[in-house]
């Protein structure tokens, strides 16, 4: 195989992980909002709960 060509494949795999690990970022901080919103709404339920 001619190096050209190993250089192309390296960017390329280079590139998919870059976004692979982009979009487990995203969906870390998404679950994390999530959770966030699942307590607030815990918390108001047990202060509704209370009274």
Aim: charged share 25%.
């Amino acid at each position: 195989m001619d190096q050209r060509n190993f250089t192309f494949l390296f960017y390329g795999f280079a590139a998919a992980w870059a976004i692979i690990a982009v979009y487990v970022l995203f969906l870390v901080s998404r679950e994390r909002r999530i959770r966030n919103q699942i307590e607030g709404l815990k918390q108001m339920l047990e202060t509704k709960e209370k009274k």
